[in-house]
Every structure is written in C-alpha cells, then in structure tokens.
C-alpha cells in the first residue's frame, strides 16, 4: 500500500528560527510532490510543486527537496514568522494512482513571537 | 487566471435531511474534479473523483453520491444525512492527466446535528 507520512504531527519554535518539514513515502514510483499550507477552516493553498525530475523548487523563504530513492521530501523554511502558522500537508502522486493525490498526515506548525 | 468556488460556506443539517454541495470552477476546460472529506482530527479522504461529464469514480462505500452536470460544475449529493457526514468539504480541480498541480477551493463546513 502507497503510504505518505509526516513527522513530527506538531511543532513550536520561536520567530526567526530557520525549520525543516519532513515527508516520506512509501513508492519512489511518482509523478510529483505537492507542497500545501491549509489555514484553521480554511481549504488549501499549493506552495511548491516538484516534478520526479526534479532535486528542488524554491518560493521566497520555503524550499522543498525530493530524494525520490530514499522516498523523502523536506520543507525548509527560513526566518520563520507568526504568519507562517498552519498546517503543512505533503502530497504525492504515484505512477499507478491515476491522477490522484496520497497525503500526509500534515504537521501543525506554530510560530511563536 | 483559474478559480474554484463552493458553497456553501458554512450548513447545519438535521440527520435524515437531504443534501447538495456545489463546486464550480473558471478559467479552465475538461478538468479533473475532486471532492475531498476531511472529518475532526483526521487526513483527508477522497470522496470522488472526474474525469469528464457522467466519469465519475467513487473512492469509499458511502451514503454519499456525485454528479458532474456540466464541465466545470460538479456537485456532492445526499438523500439522508448522517451523524458521520459530518466534515469539511473540499473540492479540487487539475488539469487532465498527467504531473500537474492540485488547486483546492475554500471549502464547505458541514454540521449535522
């Protein structure tokens, strides 16, 4: 079974501090990696797309890398800041899934002034 | 540019009442459409997904039905609610086939009380 995890489920750093996200997955067979913030009762935003071709993409202060042998993505964000607050869910597509997205368990981030 | 609308925003239903839950998207032709649940505490669940008028594939045994009356229109239905439907809705949208990005729309909270 294709299996998308995120660890850790929540976090708490102060402002400023530079973090990483983490992703794994199960298949290294995929199309692509999607990146999404999602606000509390609000839907979801895409942050950053990477294509399997692809090693990173990169938007302002966040970065995101694929290591597609070892099955693993990580969200680099630097200078964090209280507006960066949200949920961050990692979605992968998989070659055999059709035109469908397997997510993670997204990581609850708070960023503290 | 390209944009997905829902609603409505926010329903409060009795268990056993109908259902209908609208999803519309702009800008774009023939996209693939996704209605996602995603329940208190938990990921987010396929509910159905699109490939074009009257292509509609279930993901999960439900008493939850999907109907795609136009292009870009595609619409989440009930009969009779129950205590467990209840959840935020979110519909998605991409273009065809292939390695392309997910855009998701802001999503509808359902209570059913």
Known sequence: KQEVTQIPAALSVPEGENLVLNCSFTDSAIYNLQWFRQDPGKGLTSLLLIQSSQREQTSGRLNASLDKSSGRSTLYIAASQPGDSATYLCAVKFWNAGNMLTFGGGTRLMVKP | ?113
Do not use: M
């Open chain 2, 1 to 113: 540019s390209q944009t997905i609308h829902q609603w409505p925003a926010t329903l409060v239903q009795p268990v056993g009442s109908p259902l209908s839950l609208e999803c519309t998207v702009e800008g774009t032709s023939n996209p693939n459409l996704y209605w996602y649940r995603q329940a208190a505490g938990r990921g987010l669940q396929l509910l159905f997904y699109s490939i074009g008028i009257d292509q509609i594939s279930s993901e999960v045994p439900q008493n939850l039905s999907a109907s795609r009356p136009q292009d870009r229109q595609f619409i989440l239905s009930s009969k009779k609610l129950l205590l467990s439907d209840s959840g935020f809705y979110l519909c998605a949208w991409t273009l065809g086939q292939g390695p392309y990005e997910q855009y998701f729309g802001p999503g509808t909270r359902l209570t059913v009380t």
